[in-house]
C-alpha cells in the first residue's frame, strides 16, 4: 500500500513523505537513533549538536531514498533528467577492457540510481543484493531493480554468478561498507579499522577486472543530484590492482571514507559499520 502510495504521488510530493517517514521512525527508534548519533559523534569527532544534525539528515535521506527505491521502475526514463553526472568514460574505458568491471559503491546518497542509470545507458549491471531477514523484501529488491533494468545477482555475493557476470565482461556493482564479520579484512574505515569485504576485490584481481569507484549524492533540494565516476582504481607500485590485498582494501576504504566525509547527513549510520572490531552494535 504504501508502495503504490509513493508511485500515485507527484515526485517532489513523495521525496517530502519519505523525509517525513524516516524522521518518523527516528523519532519511534530513540535508543538505535541515539547509538547513531554517539557513532556520529566519536567517529567524526564532532559536537553533539552537530552529531544530532548529521543523524536527523540520515534518517531523512533513509526516507526519501526508500520512496525513490520503490518508484524506480517508474523513475528510469527520468534519471538522466534528475542526474548530473561526470566521467562515464573512466567506466566507458574499463568496459571496453572486456574484462569485467567491479563497479565500487557505498550506501550513500541513492546508491539504487547509480546503477539504474548506467543501465538506462547501456551498460549491462548487475549488482549484489544482501539476503534480508525477510523473504518478501529481497524479492521486493530484486524485483525493483529488474525493473530498471539491473540484473539482481544472487544473495550476499554469490560467488558463481559474480564470475559469470565478470568472465561475460559485464559490470558488478558492490557495495563494500559493511560489516563482514569474520570473512573480512580490518581496514580503516573512516579512520576506524572496520571488517571489510575481499571478496569481489579478489575476483577482479584474478580475472583482471578493473575497480572503479562510483558515488551519487543529492544536491539543490534533495530531489537531484551528482553522481561522480572516478578513474580505475591502480595497484602498488604499478602492480595489478588485488595484488596486495591489504592495499586494495585500505585504498577502497579511503575512496569511500572520502565521499563521506564530504556528505556525512547522507550515509547510513543507523548500520552498525564498525561491529565485528570494535563490538559497537
Given at each position: ?231 580505475p582504481l591502480e595497484g602498488k607500485n604499478g602492480e595489478p590492482f588485488g595484488e596486495d590485498l591489504q592495499y586494495a582494501v585500505d585504498l577502497c576504504n579511503e575512496r569511500i571514507s572520502s565521499w563521506i566525509i564530504k556528505n556525512p547527513e547522507q550515509w547510513l549510520w543507523m548500520y552498525p559499520r564498525w561491529a565485528t572490531t570494535t563490538g559497537d552494535r
Amino acid at each position: 500500500m504504501f508502495g503504490r502510495l509513493c508511485n500515485a504521488l507527484p515526485h517532489e510530493k513523495a521525496l517530502s513523505l519519505g523525509a517525513f517517514v524516516g524522521s518518523a521512525v527516528k523519532r519511534h527508534s530513540p535508543k538505535h537513533a541515539e547509538k547513531a548519533r554517539l557513532r556520529v559523534a566519536r567517529i567524526l569527532g564532532v559536537s553533539e549538536n552537530e552529531a544530532s544534525a548529521v543523524i536527523s539528515g540520515a534518517y531523512r535521506n533513509f526516507g526519501r531514498s526508500l520512496v525513490e527505491f520503490l518508484r524506480l521502475p517508474k523513475m528510469a526514463d527520468e534519471l538522466e533528467n534528475i542526474v548530473e553526472l561526470s566521467g562515464e568514460e573512466h567506466l566507458r574505458n574499463a568496459y571496453n577492457k572486456g574484462c569485467g568491471v567491479i563497479f565500487l559503491s557505498a550506501h550513500l546518497g541513492n546508491w539504487e540510481y547509480g546503477a539504474a542509470l548506467m543501465a538506462k545507458r547501456g551498460f549491462p549491471m548487475n549488482a549484489i543484493g544482501a539476503e534480508q531477514r525477510d523473504a518478501r523484501i529481497t524479492a521486493a529488491i530484486e524485483m525493483l531493480r529488474a525493473g530498471a533494468g539491473v540484473n539482481p545477482v544472487g544473495k550476499g555475493l554469490d560467488l558463481k554468478a559474480a564470475v559469470s557476470c565478470l568472465r561475460k565482461g559485464e559490470i558488478l556493482a558492490v557495495l563494500l561498507d559493511q560489516d563482514a564479520r569474520d570473512a573480512g579484512l580490518p581496514s580503516p574505515f573512516l579512520g576506524v579499522p572496520a571488517s571489510t569485504p575481499v571478496g569481489a576485490l579478489k575476483l577482479a584481481r584474478k580475472y583482471g577486472s578493473p575497480v572503479v569507484p562510483v558515488h551519487i549524492v543529492r544536491v539543490k533540494n534533495g530531489s537531484r543530484f551528482k553522481m561522480v565516476i572516478e578513474p580505475p582504481l591502480e595497484g602498488k607500485n604499478g602492480e595489478p590492482f588485488g595484488e596486495d590485498l591489504q592495499y586494495a582494501v585500505d585504498l577502497c576504504n579511503e575512496r569511500i571514507s572520502s565521499w563521506i566525509i564530504k556528505n556525512p547527513e547522507q550515509w547510513l549510520w543507523m548500520y552498525p559499520r564498525w561491529a565485528t572490531t570494535t563490538g559497537d552494535r
